[in-house]
């Protein structure tokens, strides 16, 4: 379909022992270990920051306050619960917040890489240039909304987070996660159909 | 164009599709720079170790001593000292007895919170308007630095001036001016401030805003985060302070002036 293929660097699946290790040795101070989890979690921080700010500059800089904000808020981590979630939370909260303070318009500039030449597709001509169409209709749409509508679309359909991790990452029950996701979706719909936002 | 709305298995494979092709940033070395950000000194104060995920504590200890102080305010014949209460936006100005100050060992050159950057920088990155005093007897800052508030919630920016002609070089911290800016809040931030006897306080107008002109001794601020945590911090320089609130930001501005040219300084603020 595309010469780009998705990098899954950070599965939490098989190391949540590690990564409790690594939260109780930086709880007592080693920065060390915290570099590490730092070092594990770098590209999906950077992404979901790159989500909410729409450019690359300011979303590594929202991921390194909000590791550092994170560093210092370890006290208040519940241990044993899965770190990448809980550092998510923190993550948007920081990015989200910036986008505010800054007084940002309300459209960010969010971008795809787009192929280079038709030779490393396996799509037909038209088979790709419809798909390069709805990718253009979906990212515009998306770049008109709610930061938080752009987080939960974000975490389902890029970043392949579970129900579990996105009721975390969120801060809401898991049961509500659905419905967060198809109202979000309803008002992605809209906005592509040209029609107007509604608040649930 | 695409009349027909997109069927839900074609919106959600190209959902899937921008996902792995945003041109997402690439960082490799963040473990390193925030590594880096750790070590820096958060502050020059000894409670800054409170502040650390090891001693959660840290807001007690300082709720522990605003109580003492606060007491000894009530004692009688240091009451009337204590009934000056002043309130600048979020901002709370007790007077109370004269404040042990730690032992007087003139330092060189004090630390300031946060990491070194540039004035640029600051504006660009700060989470609130950052202004500094176009003033031709400062020129531009020596040292900027950006660093977090107690809270973690916002931005600390802090402009130093080294030595200027006509300002004395502060005993304390080596420098002669000194300005302190971060976004205060009316109702969630209380920003108390125990002064000394030795402490004169003026309710001043600053750019059409209230502010408060403090004259004398070393001064401690008390301020409280909005989950009412209380926190303290010190005016580093131990001299002259104009402190004034202006859309939303609390300015701070050091220097062994008189309020006149305080004043003068801080209506060239841009």
Do not use: C
């Not at chain 1, 660097?9 to 730092?38: C, I, K, M």
């Not at chain 1, 309300?106 to 192929?115: A, C, I, K, N």
């Not at chain 2, 709370?92 to 640029?120: E, M």
């Amino acid at each position: 379909m595309s010469g780009v293929k998705r990098v899954r660097t950070d599965s939490v699946e098989g190391r949540p022992t590690e990564d409790a290790v690594l939260v109780e040795r930086s709880r007592n101070g080693d920065q060390d270990a915290y570099a590490e989890l730092v070092t594990r979690y770098q590209a999906i921080a950077a992404r979901t920051a790159y989500v909410i700010t729409g450019t690359a500059a300011d979303a590594e800089d929202v991921a390194q306050d909000a590791f550092v904000k994170a560093y210092y808020a370890l006290d208040r981590f519940r241990a044993g619960a899965p770190f990448r979630p809980w550092l998510l939370r923190i993550v948007a909260n920081e990015a989200i917040n910036r986008r505010k303070a800054a007084g940002r318009r309300p459209t960010v500039g969010l971008s795809v890489v787009e192929d280079r030449a038709s030779g490393d597709t396996a799509l037909s001509p038209e088979a790709s240039a419809l798909a390069r169409e709805r990718r253009e209709i979906v990212l515009d749409a998306l770049r008109q909304m709610r930061e938080e509508d752009r987080l939960v679309i974000a975490y389902r359909y890029f970043f392949d987070l579970s129900e579990v991790e996105m009721a975390e990452a969120l801060g809401v029950a898991r049961g509500t996660v659905k419905s967060r996701l198809s109202r979000a979706i309803a008002r992605l719909r809209a906005v592509m159909e040209g029609g107007q936002l509604h608040d649930a | 164009m695409t009349r027909e709305p997109m069927r839900e298995h074609e919106l959600e494979a190209t959902l899937t599709d921008i996902g792995e092709r945003l041109a997402y940033p690439h960082p490799t070395r963040l473990g390193d720079a925030v590594r880096a950000r750790l070590r820096e000194p958060r502050a020059g104060h000894w409670w800054d170790g409170l502040r650390s995920p090891r001693y959660a504590f840290g807001p007690a200890v300082a709720t522990l001593v605003l109580i003492v102080v606060v007491s000894l305010a009530a004692v009688p014949g240091v009451r009337a000292a204590a009934d000056e209460f002043l309130r600048l936006r979020g901002i709370d100005i007790f007077r109370a007895p004269a404040i042990a100050t730690p032992a007087g060992t003139a330092v060189p050159r004090a630390t300031f919170a946060g990491g070194l950057t540039t004035l640029d920088e600051a504006r660009r990155r700060a989470d609130f308007t950052v202004r500094a005093p176009a003033d031709p007897r400062l020129g531009s800052p020596d040292e900027v630095y950006r660093g977090f508030s107690a809270t973690g919630k916002g931005d600390v920016i802090t402009l130093v001036y080294a030595a200027r002609a006509g300002i004395p070089v502060s005993r304390e911290a080596g420098v002669s001016v000194l300005v302190v800016e971060f976004r205060g809040r009316i109702d969630e931030t209380l920003f108390g401030k125990v002064a000394g006897e030795g402490t004169r306080i003026q309710e001043v107008t600053v750019n059409g805003g209230r502010g408060f002109w403090i004259e004398g001794e070393p001064h401690l601020f008390f301020y409280r985060d909005e989950a009412g945590n209380v926190w303290s911090d010190t005016l580093r320089l131990a001299g002259n302070t104009l402190l004034w609130e202006q859309g939303g930001v609390t300015f701070r501005l050091e220097a062994q002036v008189t309020r006149e040219d305080a004043l003068r300084i801080a209506t060239s603020f841009r």
